[in-house]
């Protein structure tokens, strides 16, 4: 899920939890008619469940996120683990004494804000911290006056620190981009990770990944651009078939133009190529 829908789900989550508490404490504090109670059982228990399932499903996202990360998380992430264990025994054992043990239900009255305030925790370090922080998430490209900032060794130390997180180190090293390709890559991958990778990183990672793939190519710009071709190829071709079928292809230049501008319409995607991808990618192919 994206931070944002991931985000909004926390809101969601904990704007059921308030619901359910204060309509619990309302019954038990204040009690209306029969009519008016039996409602509002009710609806405690619609708000309950959409809080428990929104829960799980939360759970579920952090341990596939988590099992994927290569290095040692952050003090919130670990934190926001924590709150989450804590909350997993809190809340089960609420339910059980409420579809159990009906004689323990009096108990219920501190489970509930107990969860609530945990709630409130977890959805402050998560979806608190993205809403507070989504205004930082900018374009951003390397300028000249950046030379002063940029640190190969840094850039190095941030690859493995951020994109090893999701994906495995040789995922990144085999791509090969131009300047362009990696900012758009790059920016798209923070967006992902909002707001874990700052503008700082950014320009650290494309400055780092641009000057490693001229190291292993020389200064031979054909060479560059071949690698460049090649990924595209590799990357935006065979999200529909096989590699083998495009390296087996022969083809000259302008079949290889009417086949790339055909690939794009398929794919439904007027941006599935930028037009310097395509250029590229001909390059490779011709």
């Excluded at 619990?24 to 204040?30: C, K, T, V």
């Excluded at 758009?184 to 990944?209: C, E, G, V």
């Excluded at 290889?256 to 991808?277: A, C, H, Q």
Aim: with cysteine.
């Amino acid at each position: 899920m994206s931070p944002l829908f991931n985000s909004s789900l926390s809101a969601v989550f904990l704007l059921c939890g308030i619901a359910a508490t204060f309509i619990m404490l309302e019954l038990r504090g204040a009690p209306k008619d029969r009519l008016i109670n039996a409602t509002l059982i009710k609806l405690h228990k619609i708000f309950g469940w959409i809080f428990t399932s929104i829960f799980l499903l939360l759970v579920i996202v952090m341990i596939g996120k988590v099992s994927g990360y290569k290095e040692e998380v952050s003090a919130r992430i670990s934190f926001h683990i924590v709150l989450s264990l804590a909350l997993i025994p809190l809340l089960a054992i609420k339910i059980i004494i409420a579809r159990r043990y009906p004689r323990l239900s009096q108990n219920l009255i501190t489970f509930g804000p107990a969860v609530l305030v945990l709630s409130m925790a977890l959805s402050g370090i998560t979806a608190g911290y993205y809403f507070m922080h989504s205004s930082d998430l900018k374009y951003i490209s390397l300028a000249k006056f950046d030379d002063k900032i940029l640190d190969e060794n840094l850039g190095r130390q941030v690859v493995i620190q951020k994109c090893n997180k999701c994906h495995t180190l040789e995922r990144v090293y085999r791509a090969f981009k131009s300047e362009d390709g990696w900012t758009s890559t790059i920016n798209r991958m923070a967006s992902l990770d909002a707001p874990n990778i700052s503008s700082f990183d950014i320009k650290q990672l494309i400055h780092f990944l641009i000057n490693r793939q001229k190291s292993l190519k020389g200064e031979d710009e054909s060479k560059l651009n071949e690698a460049i071709g090649k990924t595209i190829m590799e990357t935006k071709c065979t999200s529909c078939h096989a590699l083998d079928r495009i390296i087996q292809a022969r083809k000259v230049k302008d079949n290889w133009e009417s086949t790339v501008n055909r690939m794009i319409d398929y794919s439904g995607d007027s941006e599935f190529l930028t037009k310097k991808e395509q250029k590229e990618l001909l390059e490779y192919l011709k």
